[in-house]
């Protein structure tokens, strides 16, 4: 068996999740896809691929084999267009990764028309609240919301967020009025612990000073999604500090409104981010091109 081939069949096995849907991706048949894993297995001498007849899980060993693997497809593809040269029409696999709600909010229509433009183009698309390494799961594009840090990464502001304070016009009726940050101490406070956004909210310095202002606070909720916490305060449940973007859509209905905005921190830069080595190529650069002025549009005129 070709190892090239088999090596695509288990990229996509990972990509899709399972055994049916990479041998459709490959157009071959699920028998096919599995005696490609097994020769795998069997050329590296260990599982790579935890196989029942519900699910596909990948081995410590597979998720290692996999770093590999895809560093080697994507060198093959460099060097095919780099054949076919740099200027061709952009085809191949695209894969980007962004937080998923602006992934779903305000990347996704963009990716659509993209992919309109340019038909021979497929994309890969991860949306997940954490740092990815770009090497290791062979990302072209990212979409980062913070400052940088010194890195080999090719990055391309697009704008700006805000840091927010917002809770339901239903649950601030009858409450104590938020007109510092010390009054949030008596109101009820989601938070959300894997980003950190817990017992303790800080807020800059008043005018004319230089601490910091902490608000220790006592959450009677805490989730680990944005999409959770946004909808538990637009269901009146308690404040919430978030990104400006999470909260358009329920600003926009009504459903949740903005306070504090004295006191917000200065608003975090926003960047599609490129690993060193590829952004000559022709599809990152048509990506780059088509959607970055979409976004620095949707970001200069925000809804909140």
Request: a positive charge; aromatic letters at 4%; hydrophobic letters at 40%.
């Amino acid at each position: 068996m070709d190892r090239l081939d088999a090596i695509r069949a288990f990229i996509a096995v990972l990509d899709e999740g399972n055994l049916t849907k990479a041998a459709l991706r490959l157009n071959r048949s699920p028998v096919a896809v599995t005696r490609a894993i097994a020769f795998l297995e069997a050329d590296v001498g260990t599982e790579l691929l935890h196989r029942t007849t519900r699910s596909v899980r990948v081995s410590e060993a597979g998720e290692r084999y996999a770093v590999v693997c895809r560093r080697i497809l994507n060198d093959l593809e460099e060097a095919n267009l780099a054949a076919a040269g740099l200027h061709s029409s952009p085809r191949g696999v695209l894969t980007i990764t962004a937080p998923v709600l602006f992934g779903t909010r305000i990347l996704r229509p963009a990716i659509d028309d993209f992919l309109e433009k340019y038909p021979a183009l497929r994309i890969r698309y991860l949306l997940v609240d954490r740092q990815v390494n770009l090497a290791e799961e062979g990302i072209d594009v990212a979409l980062r919301i913070g400052h940088l840090p010194d890195s080999g990464l090719i990055a391309t502001k697009i704008g700006s967020v805000r840091r927010v304070i917002a809770a339901s016009p239903s649950y601030l009726k009858g409450r104590p009025a938020i007109r510092t940050p010390s009054d949030l101490a008596a109101h009820n406070c989601i938070s959300n612990f894997e980003l950190g956004h817990g017992e303790v909210w800080t807020f800059p310095p008043k005018p004319g000073t230089k601490a910091h202002r902490n608000v220790r606070l006592k959450p009677r909720l805490s989730v680990n999604t944005i999409e959770s916490l946004v909808r538990s305060a637009a269901d009146g449940r308690g404040v919430v500090r978030v990104l400006s973007y999470q909260i358009e859509e329920e600003v926009r209905k009504g459903k949740l409104q903005i306070f504090l905005k004295c006191a917000e921190p200065d608003p975090l830069p926003v960047h599609l981010v490129v690993p060193d080595g590829r952004a000559e190529l022709s599809k990152v650069r048509a990506f780059i091109d088509y959607v970055a002025p979409r976004l620095r549009k949707t970001l200069r005129t925000p809804a909140v």
